[in-house]
């Protein structure tokens, strides 16, 4: 069965860090592009931050540069979010994707729950003192 599963999440003050995990099972995320979505309450899902299959192209949202970074672990097949400097507006569910649709080696921040063919379960975390 290929799922994605997310661990990590929860409580943190603010300027404090978190690294959120996705592991895949079914295939191998390495080879593929994927990213980072949230959802705040009463907002809609938003892009954080994509990786590239070939891994040589990173990006991200305009309210996370230079505090996020996306990254991947080969021998666990494992996607990471470290997430650093937290402000409470990062405050929301966050979920990982993977496999675009269409495919496309290129990753996208486009936050469409068909936009990527796997979806993880979603993790709340939360920044608040």
């Known amino acids: 069965q290929l799922q994605l599963v997310q661990s990590g999440g929860g409580l943190v003050q603010p300027g404090g860090s978190l690294r959120l995990s996705c592991s895949a099972s079914?295939?191998?995320?390495?080879?593929?592009?994927a990213g980072w979505f949230r959802q705040a309450p009463g907002k809609e899902r938003e892009g954080v931050s994509c990786?590239?299959?070939?891994?040589?192209?990173?990006y991200y949202a305009n309210p996370v540069k230079g505090r996020f970074t996306v990254s991947r672990d080969k021998a666990k097949n494992l996607l990471y979010l470290q997430m650093n400097s937290l402000k409470p507006e990062d405050t929301a569910v966050y979920y990982c994707?993977?496999?675009?649709?269409?495919?496309?080696?290129?990753?996208?921040?486009?936050?469409?729950?068909?936009?990527?063919?796997?979806w993880g379960q979603g993790t709340q975390v939360t920044v608040s003192s």
């Open positions: 994707a993977a496999v675009p649709n269409p495919y496309s080696t290129i990753c996208t921040l486009e936050a469409t729950k068909g936009r990527y063919h796997y």
């Open positions: 079914g295939f191998i995320l390495e080879t593929v592009p």
């Open positions: 990786i590239s299959s070939s891994g040589n192209n990173t």
